[in-house]
């Protein structure tokens, strides 16, 4: 009969040795991730921060320069091409002339009747009343002649030579 040996397969000795060799292997590890760093990353020495340094504003003494601002003056202009300060004729009455009253519509009294041809200077609208856009007109040569006439009978005009010269005098 073959003689018996201990139960253990594993001695007390084979496990002390191998705590002792895997507590060196941990400490070397340790020892050498902590000299050489880990793969792919940087160490402490090769690693600098960078600082963009941006200069404070300094004030500058500037001279107020005064700016002129132009008088600019908004005006409305009509798909027709009417605005205030336009030239326009009387056109498109078959001879019948033009009504012209002292309100803008249909249901005022006449102030007088414009002929083909007559020239007037807008001066305020647009108004719409009565399916009409009307515009306030002053006659060129004589401007006491002065009241609402619809669009649909005026057309515009180019100035006169002579009358754009009296009114830059």
């Known amino acids: 009969m073959a003689q018996k040996t201990s139960g253990n ?4 000795n084979t496990c002390l040795i191998s705590l002792v060799l895997g ?11 902590l000299l050489i ?5 940087e160490t402490a020495a090769d690693s600098l921060a960078q600082l963009t340094v941006i200069p404070a504003p ?6 107020p320069v005064p700016v002129e601002t132009p008088n600019l003056e908004v005006r409305y202009v009509s798909p027709e091409g009417f605005s205030v300060g336009a030239f326009v004729k009387i056109a498109n009455t078959q001879g019948a002339g033009l009504k012209i009253r002292p309100e803008p519509g249909t249901a005022g009294d006449v102030s007088f009747i414009a002929s083909d041809g007559d020239l007037f200077t807008i001066v ?3 108004d719409d009343r009565n399916g009409y856009s009307w515009w306030k007109l002053q006659g060129v040569n004589d401007k006491a002649l002065s ?3 619809a669009s649909a009978f005026l057309s515009l005009v180019a100035p006169a030579a002579d009358k754009v010269e009296q009114d830059h005098r």
Not at 9 to 12: G, K, L, P, T
Request: hydrophobic share 55%; charged share 5%; aromatic share 12%.
């Open 58 to 63: 300094t004030v500058t003494p500037t001279v």
């Open 9 to 12: 397969i594993i001695s007390i």
């Open 124 to 126: 305020d609208g647009p």
């Open 23 to 33: 507590i060196f292997i941990f400490v070397l590890a340790v020892f050498i991730v």
């Open 147 to 149: 009241g609402w006439g």
């Open 37 to 41: 760093g880990q793969p792919g990353t």
